[in-house]
């Protein structure tokens, strides 16, 4: 992928396509201590930056956490929108889907090509869809990155077929090891109200999304809860803090959680969370969700305004039990805000 440009000195690595994705080998634990070892991580408050390495290449920069593979953002001519993937967790589990951007990883549903392992985008932007793919769906181009320690940040124009600007995003992403070995991401993005009046509109089709590895679908065995005890497929469209998905993969416990800031409009968010391993935070689809009338789900930004929304993804070794990923939540919300974009 080119000679990259580093935040700190590593030996050079084929790109990810070229990685083993085998988890090294690790002792089994029990998914209730492994997590409470992740909430007594972030009660430290400040993980080793040193820990993340980013490097930059033609279209995509890696992401590695302790010199091992964590991500990549992957952007660029040809691309839709940015997505993140591979994603590996504790172990170097993979913990999203690889189709469409791997098609022969076997046992993977092939369903819905715009589920891109890890993304933000939305489907109703001043009435164009910015989820679906296609000659009549919006795309998002990233105009500006800039890498520092353990945070990317990024500049994105989001465009209309033909062209035309719609509206723009920066984004702050930061990354962090914990102890226990899971790993964080830190997502924060300021839609910006560039060219004109900018409304997000009421569909379940939004917005921060993940199509997590089979392993973790409810309809794989998951188990899957939220903040308010709600289990299983009925926390879809319903409001909470966190959710959280504990699974197997490759025969060992995985799990992710999700998390809305309660800075963020509309906190707690719903969630467009599928028994099939699609799930999205989406404060906008309350019809959709059955939370209200038609089309009072929208949420207009008035030109040259802007809104912003912070999460966090936290991959973990595995619990479906609320109170340590509870712990973890108000210790994320310790952190601090992330650095200005």
Same mark, same amino acid.
């Given at each position: 992928m080119g000679t990259p440009r580093r935040t700190a000195s590593r030996t050079a690595r084929p790109?990810?396509?070229?990685?083993?994705?085998?988890?090294?080998?690790m002792p089994r634990t029990m998914p209730l201590l492994a997590l409470a070892?992740?909430?007594?991580?972030?009660a430290s408050a400040t993980p080793d930056p040193a820990a993340i390495t980013l490097e930059e290449h033609p279209g995509a920069v890696r992401v590695l956490a302790g010199g091992q593979p964590f991500t990549e953002l992957?952007?660029?001519?040809?691309?839709?929108?940015?997505?993140?993937?591979?994603?590996?967790?504790? !172990?170097? =589990?993979?913990?999203?889907?690889?189709?469409? #951007?791997?098609? &022969?990883?076997?046992?993977? @549903?092939?369903?819905?090509?715009?589920?891109?392992?890890?993304?933000?985008?939305?489907?109703?932007?001043?009435?164009?869809?910015?989820?679906?793919?296609?000659k009549h769906c919006g795309t998002i181009q990233q105009?500006?990155?800039?890498?520092?320690?353990?945070?990317?940040t990024t500049g994105n124009d989001w465009l209309a077929p033909g062209g035309r600007r719609i509206c723009s995003d920066t984004r702050v992403i930061r990354f962090a090891t914990l102890p226990g070995g899971a790993r964080l991401i830190d997502f924060t993005i300021t839609l910006a109200a560039?060219?004109?009046?900018?409304?997000?509109?009421?569909?379940?089709? !939004?917005? =921060?999304?993940?199509?997590?590895?089979?392993? #973790?679908?409810? &309809?794989?065995?998951?188990? @899957?809860?939220?903040?308010?005890?709600t289990t299983g497929a009925a926390i879809w469209g319903r409001h909470a803090k966190w959710v959280n998905y504990q699974g197997t993969i490759n025969g060992r416990p995985a799990g992710v959680a999700l998390f809305d800031h309660p800075a963020n409009p509309r906190h707690p968010t719903t969630w467009h969370a599928?028994?099939?391993?699609?799930?999205?935070?989406?404060?906008?689809?309350?019809?959709a969700f059955g939370q209200i009338h038609a089309g009072t789900g929208a949420m207009t930004i008035?030109?040259?305004?802007?809104?912003?929304?912070?999460?966090?993804?936290?991959?973990?070794?595995?619990?479906?039990?609320?109170?340590?990923?509870?712990?973890?939540y108000q210790q994320w919300l310790g952190r601090g805000d992330p650095p200005a974009g």
């Open positions: 790109p990810y396509d070229h990685w083993p994705t085998t988890p090294a080998p070892t992740l909430a007594a991580g972030l992957r952007f660029g001519p040809g691309r839709a929108k940015p997505v993140f993937h591979p994603v590996f967790g504790p !172990g170097q =589990l993979p913990m999203t889907r690889d189709f469409p #951007l791997r098609p &022969d990883t076997p046992g993977e @549903a092939r369903d819905h090509p715009h589920h891109e392992s890890l993304w933000f985008t939305h489907g109703d932007v001043n009435g164009i869809d910015f989820w679906a793919l296609g105009t500006r990155l800039s890498l520092a320690g353990d945070t990317i560039t060219d004109g009046d900018l409304t997000l509109g009421d569909t379940k089709e !939004g917005s =921060l999304g993940i199509r997590t590895h089979p392993g #973790l679908n409810i &309809d794989h065995g998951a188990a @899957a809860s939220n903040s308010k005890g599928r028994d099939y391993g699609l799930v999205a935070a989406n404060p906008f689809g309350l019809r008035k030109a040259g305004g802007h809104a912003t929304f912070r999460y966090a993804l936290v991959f973990h070794r595995g619990t479906d039990e609320p109170r340590p990923v509870g712990r973890v």
